[in-house]
């Protein structure tokens, strides 16, 4: 799963998306790409009210350091332009969605061709390419 993409899930049961970013007990880390997917992480943090405690967000958003989108029930504005100066999207999700579920969405997405954040996303994680000094060469790039 080299090109597998990093995606966290809000979540207390590790089955559904039950949680506010803000005050989020868990979180579900999950390597995802076109065929399969593969829990990396599932971290704790203690009880946290939703508002009035911008430090909480800092450990949130560092533990997801390395992903390309956290599915939440809900997100506040000082979350979502933190997440987003990261290039981590937030994706809102109903009560009670399964991760199985919104994996399985994803899945299809990324054959179905993707949004402009997941493509953004996939883009990223490949990486340059090998051959792109063999074609400035084939195009007669000089220095």
């Known amino acids: 799963m080299d090109t597998a993409l990093k ?50 967000l800092s450990v949130k958003i560092e533990l997801l350091n390395g992903c390309s989108a956290v599915y939440c029930q809900a997100i506040g504005g000082s979350a979502i332009n933190q997440l987003v100066l990261k290039n981590i999207q937030p994706i809102k999700v109903h009560e009670g969605s399964k991760i199985k579920d919104l994996i399985v969405d994803l899945q299809n997405e990324m054959k179905a061709g993707p949004s402009s954040w997941l493509a953004k996303a996939i883009n990223q994680n490949k990486g340059p390419d090998p051959e792109r000094f063999n074609k400035m060469e084939d195009e007669g790039w000089d220095e």
């Open 7 to 56: 995606v966290a899930f809000a979540t207390t049961d590790m089955e559904t998306v039950n949680q506010h970013f803000g005050s989020a007990k868990s979180f579900a880390v999950y390597a995802v790409d076109m065929e399969n997917s593969e829990l990396l992480e599932a971290a704790q943090f203690g009880e946290l009210s939703q508002d009035g405690n911008e430090d909480k």
